[in-house]
């Protein structure tokens, strides 16, 4: 037992001897023995133990100054006993900075160096445990984001499922529907232009006899005897007949109105010279409103569904402008089939509509279950949602797998920083950043992008904003998704909820 004891206060020795070298990490103490020679850490040179931190370099690595600044190459172990130990580079020992927190580095200075340890350690730890507090709040609040995430994805599994087969059935539905609405409005629309027909020539009739009531008017006009007729004489005193130009209506002028006539009846007068003298003379009698002999609000476009615009089921109302006088009024037969046929397009309109708005919906939900919101689903909380963050020039919105943008404060358009891209942390969690990739180009440069870090956090905030690169923007937002098990809790424990 006695040459145990003596061997082991040897060791203990060698150890007391290894730990007054100043400046020397404890882990090459077993490098440092003062009993035999020196061998540099790197294996460059072997060398007397009394040249250890004699201040002049031997070892290439500047093992052998651990405690001075001769060596270019060296590092210098600060104790700092009560806050963390840390090494400095040994260019800055005694050059009278205090690089240690307790000093140790300006045992040959001027420097005055305090011992702050104490102090530093005493606020590490406060900071530690307030750092511990938020780690574990935050990972609570990342375990409920968690749960509800997979209770969404599981609800909206459900309901995808659902309108699947919703929409199998309402395709079906509409499909019959628009067949049914098809026929009910071949028989409208039949019926419709046999109505424009008849309005047509009705229009006709009303402007015939417009036409012959305005040429009445003028007739009797220029018949100033009232004997029935109007003669070469009569026409030769209206000066607007004047053909040649010679001050009066001669003989030729006026026979070739009259057909080579002398004298006409109204119905000769109508048919042979009316058109003719109707352009040329302006009579002072006043005469009925000529109609438009086409019909002009019944022809419109059908839409999309194949429907027809025209619903003058009241008999036909004109704006102003159009066909004067009211349109015949639709027979009984008719309105019954324009009363069906709109019934058939609403009951078709309101299913297809709702067709619509359930593919809308399963389409947003297929898009939110397609995508990958963290290993457990924690990030759902915060699919689609918006947070802004303003500087003293602009204001910035990220909208979490959506988009980044940027608007100035001073008024301007917002301009796209990205649009979501994908994960973008390291291989060992991809889901500590996020790319925003294809933002709006840049003058003569790339498409903006933005790199988001996220970090811890009890609440969802962008905490910074900057440009570290021409139109690559960078983000700072906390989130409780990000908070990570607190220590000693078991790896994957929460992995499947």
């Given at each position: 037992?006695?040459?145990?004891?003596?061997?082991?206060?040897?060791?203990?020795?060698?150890?007391?001897?290894?730990?007054?070298?100043?400046?020397?990490n404890p882990k090459h103490k077993v490098s440092y023995n003062p009993e035999r020679d020196f061998t540099c850490l790197d294996g460059s040179a072997t060398l007397p133990f009394s040249l250890v931190n004699d201040d002049y370099c031997d070892c290439k690595d500047g093992s052998d100054e651990p405690g001075t600044a001769a060596c270019a190459t060296g590092h210098f172990y600060c104790p700092n006993k009560g806050f963390s130990p840390f090494e400095i580079q040994s260019s800055r020992v005694n050059d009278g900075v205090c690089d240690c927190c307790d000093g140790a580095d300006e045992y040959d200075s001027r420097a005055q160096c305090t011992d702050m340890c104490a102090e530093l350690g005493r606020k590490a730890e406060t900071e530690k445990q307030k750092q511990q507090v938020l780690?574990?709040?935050?990972?609570?609040?990342?375990?409920?984001?968690?749960?509800?995430?997979?209770?969404?994805?599981?609800?909206?599994?459900?309901?995808?499922?659902?309108?699947?087969?919703?929409?199998?059935?309402?395709?079906?539905?509409?499909?019959?529907?628009?067949?049914?609405?098809?026929?009910?409005?071949?028989?409208?629309?039949?019926?419709?232009?046999?109505?424009?027909?008849?309005?047509?020539?009705?229009?006709?009739?009303?402007?015939?006899?417009?036409?012959?009531?305005?040429?009445?008017?003028?007739?009797?006009?220029?018949?100033?005897?009232?004997?029935?007729?109007?003669?070469?004489?009569?026409?030769?005193?209206?000066?607007?007949?004047?053909?040649?130009?010679?001050?009066?209506?001669?003989?030729?002028?006026?026979?070739?109105?009259?057909?080579?006539?002398?004298?006409?009846?109204?119905?000769?007068?109508?048919?042979?010279?009316?058109?003719?003298?109707?352009?040329?003379?302006?009579?002072?009698?006043?005469?009925?409103?000529?109609?438009?002999?086409?019909?002009?609000?019944?022809?419109?476009?059908?839409?999309?569904?194949?429907?027809?615009?025209?619903?003058?089921?009241?008999?036909?109302?004109?704006?102003?402008?159009?066909?004067?006088?009211?349109?015949?009024?639709?027979?009984?037969?008719?309105?019954?089939?324009?009363?069906?046929?709109?019934?058939?397009?609403?009951?078709?309109?309101?299913?297809?509509?709702?067709?619509?708005?359930?593919?809308?919906?399963?389409?947003?939900?297929?898009?939110?279950?397609?995508?990958?919101?963290?290993?457990?689903?924690?990030?759902?909380?915060?699919?689609?949602?918006?947070?802004?963050?303003?500087?003293?020039?602009?204001?910035?919105?990220?909208?979490?797998?959506?988009?980044?943008?940027?608007?100035?404060?001073?008024?301007?358009?917002?301009?796209?920083?990205?649009?979501?891209?994908?994960?973008?942390?390291?291989?060992?969690?991809?889901?500590?950043?996020?790319?925003?990739?294809?933002?709006?180009?840049?003058?003569?440069?790339?498409?903006?992008?933005?790199?988001?870090?996220?970090?811890?956090?009890?609440?969802?905030?962008?905490?910074?904003?900057?440009?570290?690169?021409?139109?690559?923007?960078?983000?700072?937002?906390?989130?409780?998704?990000?908070?990570?098990?607190?220590?000693?809790?078991?790896?994957?424990?929460?992995?499947?909820?």
């Open positions: 037992m006695a040459w145990k004891t003596a061997v082991l206060l040897l060791w203990l020795s060698y150890l007391s001897s290894a730990a007054e070298i100043r400046g020397l780690q574990d709040s935050g990972y609570k609040l990342r375990l409920d984001y968690a749960r509800r995430g997979a209770q969404k994805k599981q609800e909206s599994h459900v309901r995808a499922d659902a309108l699947r087969l919703e929409l199998e059935a309402l395709g079906r539905e509409v499909e019959a529907l628009k067949q049914a609405k098809e026929s009910a409005e071949g028989p409208e629309k039949a019926a419709k232009e046999e109505h424009r027909k008849l309005w047509e020539e009705e229009l006709k009739r009303r402007n015939e006899t417009a036409r012959r009531a305005e040429a009445l008017a003028a007739f009797n006009e220029l018949d100033s005897n009232s004997d029935g007729h109007v003669s070469v004489a009569e026409l030769q005193a209206r000066s607007e007949l004047d053909e040649d130009g010679d001050g009066a209506v001669g003989d030729s002028e006026a026979l070739a109105y009259l057909d080579q006539e002398q004298a006409v009846s109204f119905e000769a007068f109508y048919e042979r010279a009316w058109d003719v003298i109707s352009d040329k003379c302006q009579f002072q009698v006043t005469t009925p409103t000529i109609v438009p002999t086409q019909i002009q609000h019944g022809d419109k476009e059908e839409d999309d569904d194949g429907d027809d615009d025209d619903d003058d089921d009241d008999g036909g109302k004109h704006e102003e402008g159009e066909v004067a006088g009211d349109m015949l009024a639709y027979d009984d037969e008719t309105r019954a089939l324009i009363a069906a046929a709109e019934s058939a397009r609403e009951t078709y309109q309101t299913a297809d509509n709702r067709k619509r708005d359930l593919e809308r919906e399963l389409g947003d939900l297929e898009k939110y279950l397609s995508a990958n919101l963290g290993s457990e689903h924690e990030f759902s909380p915060l699919h689609d949602q918006c947070y802004e963050y303003d500087d003293r020039e602009y204001t910035y919105r990220l909208c979490v797998f959506n988009k980044s943008t940027q608007r100035p404060k001073k008024g301007g358009r917002e301009v796209s920083l990205g649009v979501w891209g994908s994960w973008s942390g390291p291989p060992s969690n991809p889901y500590q950043a996020m790319k925003y990739e294809e933002g709006e180009k840049c003058w003569n440069g790339p498409s903006r992008s933005t790199l988001v870090s996220l970090k811890c956090g009890l609440t969802e905030a962008v905490l910074s904003t900057s440009e570290p690169s021409r139109c690559e923007y960078a983000m700072e937002f906390s989130t409780p998704a990000v908070c990570e098990p607190p220590a000693g809790d078991a790896v994957g424990q929460h992995e499947e909820l």
